[in-house]
């Protein structure tokens, strides 16, 4: 195996990259709820969802680490192309077995490949194409274009319908030219230059068990995956806190807008911070400021509080997610960065699937409060995790 060349983002590379991360998110945050809705529509009960959250889920979950050793061996270019297709044909198959639940299971299944290949090899090509000196600021530039397909995306329901269900063929015809669109721009971006393997570089052919025990990649890996899964929790059981409480759905709504506006936000200003306070401390208070954030939901708080509190939330974790992707890259080899992505993927799945189901029994106790006071918790474990971080100025 080869070893890659250090090489800085190239301008028209990075440009075309964050095209694709935005089109790619646009998607899967289109396609995604449509197709859940066009279960309901179908008549199915709900016990269909978890089926379907599960084939999005899996597949990826077992593919990941497949998908990180290819990227280290041929290169970035082809696994966005196999993503681009894959996701074409998620979007071809919702179209036309659009009233088949088994049809609807496949599309989605596709779509969960197709953003795991396209984001292994956006994520690989960012870790080794931006020099270290800028990681913090190109990664929190990456994690802005995706945030904003995940914001657009959403649009697509809107798009006019015989019914109240979003019409999902329509949505899977956007997405199929959205799809279209994602492959012709990985065609056109280059993977980051091969060179003769380094010296030293055999240690490193090993696998997930040695990336694991290097210094610093366990640690990133659970900061990445608690702050992660915090947000699915708030989207879970904010719903549920609301109607605890009394609150409309208007507040609900308006916690969303702030919290997303607001991690929009940190991540453009994110090369400011960590060069004026040094990556580590951004990372350990990004992680309290959110613990303490979501500790406040625990309390019955007026709702304006609430809504403060989501701005927040969504400033101090939408630090620490892209300055996860920069610790994971300065602890881990150039020549194995692409499992190192696909490794993160994996732990984010995995904290994904069990933080959730150790909150639901919290949940049955002591309602959505009691949620958010766990979350908070974790979130002050993912804080204390991340003084272990390189404090290299960003």
Do not use: K
Not at 57 to 82: H, I, N, T
């Amino acid at each position: 195996m080869r070893a890659r060349t250090p090489a800085a983002a190239r301008p028209r590379g990075l440009i075309l990259l964050l095209l694709h991360a935005v089109c790619v998110q646009l998607v899967s945050y289109g396609l995604r709820p449509a197709i859940s809705y066009e279960i309901l529509e179908l008549g199915l009960d709900a016990a269909w969802l978890g089926i379907a959250a599960t084939a999005f889920a899996l597949p990826p979950l077992l593919l990941a680490l497949p998908s990180g050793r290819l990227v280290d061996r041929l290169g970035e270019r082809g696994m966005l192309v196999a993503g681009g297709g894959t996701l074409a044909a998620a979007s071809i198959v919702a179209l036309c077995f659009a009233e088949s639940a088994l049809g609807l299971i496949v599309a989605t299944a596709l779509l969960g490949l197709g953003v795991l290949f396209s984001v292994v090899g956006e994520q690989s090509w960012v870790m080794r194409g931006a020099s270290d000196s800028r990681l913090d600021s190109t990664f929190g530039v990456y994690t802005f274009a995706t945030s904003t397909g995940q914001m657009l995306g959403p649009l697509l329901l809107l798009l006019p319908a015989p019914s109240d269900a979003p019409p999902l063929r329509l949505v899977a015809l956007a997405t199929t030219a959205l799809a279209v669109i994602v492959l012709l721009l990985s065609f056109g971006i280059r993977s980051v230059p091969l060179a003769p393997a380094s010296e030293g570089s055999a240690e490193h052919r090993s696998g997930v068990i040695p990336l694991l025990r290097r210094p610093g990649v366990f640690s990133a890996l659970v900061a990445s995956s608690i702050v992660l899964t915090s947000l699915d929790l708030v989207l879970a059981y904010l719903p549920l806190l609301a109607g605890e409480r009394g609150i409309a759905a208007v507040w609900v709504s308006a916690f969303l807008v702030a919290r997303g506006a607001a991690t929009m936000l940190s991540r453009l200003c994110l090369g400011i911070l960590t060069r004026r306070f040094g990556r580590r401390a951004v990372l350990v208070v990004g992680g309290l400021l959110a613990a303490g954030a979501l500790t406040v939901l625990a309390f019955p708080v007026p709702p304006a509080v609430l809504v403060a509190a989501g701005a927040l939330y969504g400033l101090a974790a939408g630090t620490v997610q892209p300055l996860t992707m920069s610790w994971m890259t300065l602890v881990t080899a150039r020549e194995q960065r692409g499992m190192a992505a696909s490794l993160r993927l994996v732990g984010n799945r995995v904290g994904q699937t069990v933080i959730p189901l150790a909150v639901a029994v919290v949940s049955t106790a002591t309602g959505a409060a009691g949620v958010f006071a766990v979350t908070g918790a974790a979130l002050l474990v993912s804080a204390v995790m991340s003084r272990s971080a390189p404090d290299d100025q960003g």
